[in-house]
T-cell receptor, first 117, second 119 residues
Framework: EAGVTQFPSHSVIEKGQTVTLRCDPISGHDNLYWYRRVMGKEIKFLLHFVKESKQDESGMPNNRFLAERTGGTYSTLKVQPAELEDSGVYFC???????????????FGPGTRLTVL | AQKVTQAQTEISVVEKEDVTLDCVYETRDTTYYLFWYKQPPSGELVFLIRRNSFDEQNEISGRYSWNFQKSTSSFNFTITASQVVDSAVYFCALSGPQGHNTNAGKSTFGDGTTLTVKP
C-alpha cells in the first residue's frame, strides 16, 4: 500500500507569488489533514477534510490560504500571495473513517518545504 | 482545548548517554491518544509510538522507552545509550477521540525538542 505522498518536496518562491502544494492520501482514506511547521515552532493543524468536505478549517491562518479536495481524493493547498512568514514545512496526513472501538492511524506524508524569499 | 508542552527546546548529549525528553499535556477528553514522532534533518515525520489514555503501561522498544503517567499528565520519552543517528527534532502530540465530530483525529503537537547527540 502506497503511503501519503506530497508534491513538491521543496518549493522556493518569491514573496507575492503563488504556490500550490499537493497531497495524495492513502487510497480509501476519507480523512485528510493539513499541518504546517514554521521555523522553530510547533506543528500546527490547518484543516481537516472528510472526503471532499471541510470538516474543520479552524487552523487556516488567513484568506491567503485555500484548500480544496475535489472528488474526495487528492487535496491542494494554495498560498496566494505568499508572504515571508509562510515559510515552513507543510505536512499532510490521512486516516480511514472511524469505526467503533477501532483506532484509525493517522499517516503523515514526507512534507513540502516551502521557502518564501 | 488541548495543549502539549515540551519544556526542553534543545538538548545536547554525548554519544552513549541516556536522555529523557519531557512531555506534559492538557485535555478534557477522557479518551485520548498520545504520540511521539521523530523529525530527522531530512524533514519527514517518523512515527515512534502511540498510547491510548486507558493504557498506562510503560513501553520499551530497543533503546527507546516511554513513561506514561496520567496522574501527572506526562508522557516522557527516554533514549538509552544515545547515538549520533538519534539527532533530530522530537515531537510529542495529543489527539482526541476519533468520531464524527469537529476534532476527530486532529493532533495537537508540542513545540518539539531538538536533540543533538555528539560523537
Amino acid at each position: 500500500e502506497a503511503g501519503v505522498t506530497q508534491f513538491p518536496s521543496h518549493s522556493v518562491i518569491e514573496k507575492g507569488q503563488t504556490v500550490t502544494l499537493r497531497c495524495d492520501p492513502i487510497s480509501g482514506h476519507d480523512n485528510l489533514y493539513w499541518y504546517r511547521r514554521v521555523m522553530g515552532k510547533e506543528i500546527k493543524f490547518l484543516l481537516h477534510f472528510v472526503k471532499e468536505s471541510k470538516q474543520d478549517e479552524s487552523g487556516m491562518p488567513n484568506n491567503r490560504f485555500l484548500a480544496e479536495r475535489t472528488g474526495g481524493t487528492y487535496s491542494t493547498l494554495k498560498v496566494q500571495p505568499a508572504e515571508l512568514e509562510d515559510s515552513g514545512v507543510y505536512f499532510c496526513a490521512s486516516s480511514r473513517s472511524p469505526f467503533s472501538g477501532v483506532y484509525n492511524e493517522q499517516f503523515f506524508g514526507p512534507g513540502t518545504r516551502l521557502t518564501v524569499l | 482545548a488541548q495543549k502539549v508542552t515540551q519544556a526542553q527546546t534543545e538538548i545536547s548529549v554525548v554519544e552513549k548517554e541516556d536522555v529523557t525528553l519531557d512531555c506534559v499535556y492538557e485535555t478534557r477528553d477522557t479518551t485520548y491518544y498520545l504520540f511521539w514522532y521523530k523529525q530527522p534533518p531530512s524533514g519527514e515525520l517518523v512515527f515512534l509510538i502511540r498510547r491510548n489514555s486507558f493504557d498506562e503501561q510503560n513501553e520499551i522498544s530497543g533503546r527507546y522507552s516511554w513513561n506514561f503517567q496520567k496522574s501527572t499528565s506526562s508522557f516522557n520519552f527516554t533514549i538509552t545509550a544515545s547515538q549520533v543517528v538519534d539527532s533530530a527534532v522530537y515531537f510529542c502530540a495529543l489527539s482526541g477521540p476519533q468520531g464524527h465530530n469537529t476534532n476527530a483525529g486532529k493532533s495537537t503537537f508540542g513545540d518539539g525538542t531538538t536533540l543533538t547527540v555528539k560523537p
